[in-house]
């Protein structure tokens, strides 16, 4: 079955410096995933996704996700954090074909001045 | 494009007492989620439609919950009767087809709901 994990309930990076959001997952074959951002009381707005076309995958707000198989991981990065990044950011899988879209639990991203 | 709409956006009940969500999803967009959201977890799928047909209520907690998607358009989730662990964020989600799994979920800003 696909699992999502998340290394990280909460993670704290200075304005200007490197965010590095962890997501490992589990599965036999491969998968789709995904990254959301949740910014308070919003609902989740897509960062990018990997679809198998490429394995590194560039997303929305200057964010980047490598999809690594021998690592099973899709960790989410930007090279230098503002702000405006502060929010909760989930990773989510699902299979090729699979109807169900199953979520990791979330790292709160703190920026500090 | 307008996005998915919600109401209403909080809503504070007491346990035993009934509530109702409604969802709009993104015009076009055949398939519909409805996603439990507790405090500090990843949102977890009750049910997911496509068109007016249920594809997949495995996570619904059946004898509190139901849902409906009458005519393929709006949705409406609804509790009865709620218990204090029904409190969290009900987020409803949108898609053009779910066919291949590469479809994008556009999600609602969600209702956040608190039994006392």
């Known amino acids: 079955a696909q699992s999502v994990t998340q290394l990280g309930s909460h993670v704290s990076v200075s304005e200007g410096a490197l965010v590095l959001l962890r997501c490992n997952y589990s599965?036999?074959?491969?998968?789709?995933l995904f990254w959301y951002v949740q910014y308070p009381n919003q609902g989740l707005q897509l960062l990018l996704k990997?679809?198998?076309?490429?394995?590194l995958v560039k997303g929305i707000n200057g964010f980047e996700a490598e999809f690594k198989k021998s690592e099973t991981s899709f960790h989410l990065t930007k090279p230098s954090a503002h702000m405006s990044d502060a929010a909760e950011y989930f990773c989510?899988?699902?299979?090729?074909?699979?109807?169900?879209?199953?979520f990791g639990q979330g790292t709160r991203l703190t920026i500090n001045p | 494009e307008a996005g998915v709409a919600q109401s209403p956006r909080y809503k504070i009940i007491e346990k035993r007492q009934s509530v109702a969500f409604w969802c709009n999803p993104i015009?076009?967009?055949?398939?519909l989620y409805w996603y439990q959201q507790i405090l500090g977890q990843g949102p977890k799928l009750l049910i997911q439609?496509?068109?007016?047909?249920?594809?997949?209520d495995s996570q619904l907690p059946k004898d509190r919950f139901s849902a409906e998607r009458l005519k393929g358009v709006d949705s409406t989730l609804k509790i009865q009767p709620a218990k204090l662990e029904d409190s969290a964020v009900y987020l409803c989600?949108?898609?053009?087809?779910?066919?291949?799994?590469?479809?994008?979920?556009?999600f609602g800003p969600g209702t956040r709901l608190l039994v006392l």
């Open positions: 599965s036999s074959v491969p998968p789709y």
């Open positions: 015009s076009g967009h055949a398939t």
């Open positions: 990997y679809t198998s076309a490429a394995t």
């Open positions: 439609f496509q068109n007016n047909g249920v594809v997949d």
């Open positions: 989510a899988g699902k299979h090729q074909g699979a109807q169900k879209l199953v």
């Open positions: 989600a949108s898609s053009l087809v779910a066919l291949s799994g590469q479809e994008t979920q556009y």
